[in-house]
């Protein structure tokens, strides 16, 4: 009995110090373990961070940009018809915009349209004019919602059949949008109207338009990275001249500290209202065929629908693509491609769309 009692008493010890020594190792690899995983997930969390920090902000699609300030992820770009005639000048807020596009309109004059992927961001901008019917379907490309002030009989017809959302200066909708700057009157009254993003925004609202882009115009243009920026391999571009008629003949000079081209128009920096040059990151020169639609007025139709040639230029060099617009009405895409025939990817930045008649392509040189 005494032997039995020992012996009890020290198998006890022996089992208690066994599961003391358990309880002790099962408490150290639970606490590396955890120390592991914290150390995983903190690792983890460091990456999303550095992602989160390399695109910081909202991605504009018209720009490639991520932009901290951005508020339209999602929404339709806006579009608006800006004039070009030498009484117009110098416009008010046209180096603002994200894309700014110009082509024929009749006589050898240009006219814009100024596209934004934010609303918020339009400042004052004019002075509006009239719409044509090409402009019309440029923005029908980017699923924009179209602001003018006024029509050809061409525009008018397509944006009635296309049923295209637009906000007309011309309208008197109860909401107001379109003003007049009486210090231009003096330049004729057709040269004074004007609007900002807050007031378009107010009339969008009051007409309910459909704002969040629709499914397949979220990305129309391909941008590369923001820290992936290419120079195009046709060649070098340290500067460019064209143009679109011989009242309207452009040079752009690559300024490479801005990595940027700066616009000049006949001869003289190509300035808005408040100053500033107009500068481009990305330019796209589409050329095609601009014929007179025969009326009296001398407005013109261009061969959008074509298969056309053009060029692409930034970062000091240039390289050739081909375009087209694709399909009709709300359902039109604008497809850019590059020298080997995939879709053109450009540095993210704004860029100038030039729409340059075929019959203008001697004026072309890259030097």
Not at 163 to 184: E, H, L, T
């Amino acid at each position: 009995m005494k032997f039995n009692t020992t012996l009890k008493r020290t198998a006890c010890i022996a089992l208690s110090a066994a599961m003391l020594f358990g309880i002790s190792a099962c408490k150290k690899n639970t606490e590396e373990s955890s120390e592991n995983i914290s150390s995983s997930a903190s690792q983890s969390s460091a990456s999303e961070i550095t992602d989160v920090q390399s695109q910081e902000g909202k991605l504009n699609p018209l720009t490639g940009l991520y932009e901290k300030d951005f508020g339209a992820e999602g929404k339709r770009p806006i579009a608006v018809v800006v004039e070009n005639s030498p009484a117009a000048r110098p416009q008010w807020g046209i180096s603002t915009p994200d894309i700014l596009t110009e082509g024929l309109a009749e006589g050898g004059i240009t006219r814009m349209l100024l596209l934004y992927g934010d609303i918020n961001r339009i400042p004052k901008i004019g002075p509006l004019r009239s719409a044509r019917h090409d402009f019309v379907e440029i923005a029908e490309c980017f699923d924009a919602i179209f602001v003018h002030a006024g029509w050809s009989k061409y525009a008018k017809a397509k944006i009635e059949s296309d049923k295209v959302d637009n906000v007309n200066g011309i309208q008197g909708y109860k909401v107001p949008f379109f003003f007049r700057d009486n210090s231009r009157k003096s330049l004729g009254v057709e040269h004074t109207g004007y609007s900002d993003g807050e007031h378009i925004s107010a009339t969008i609202d009051y007409l309910k338009y459909r704002t969040d882009v629709k499914s397949g115009y979220e990305n129309v243009l391909a941008f590369n990275g923001e820290n992936d920026i290419v120079k195009p391999s046709g060649g070098d571009c340290p500067s460019l001249s064209f143009s679109f008629s011989s009242q309207n003949k452009h040079s752009l000079k690559y300024d490479s500290s801005k990595d940027a081209y700066f616009d000049s128009l006949n001869g003289s920096a190509r300035l808005d209202a408040d100053s500033v040059q107009l500068n481009y990151k990305n330019i796209l020169m589409l050329k095609c065929s601009v014929k007179l639609m025969g009326d009296s007025v001398g407005c013109v139709d261009m061969g959008l629908e074509n298969q056309n040639t053009g060029y692409y230029v930034s970062h000091g060099g240039y390289e050739k693509i081909s375009w087209t617009k694709t399909g009709s009405g709300l359902n039109s895409k604008l497809v850019i491609n590059d020298s080997a025939g995939n879709k053109l990817s450009m540095n993210p930045g704004n860029t100038y769309i030039a729409i340059v008649p075929t019959s203008q392509e001697s004026t072309i040189s890259f030097s």
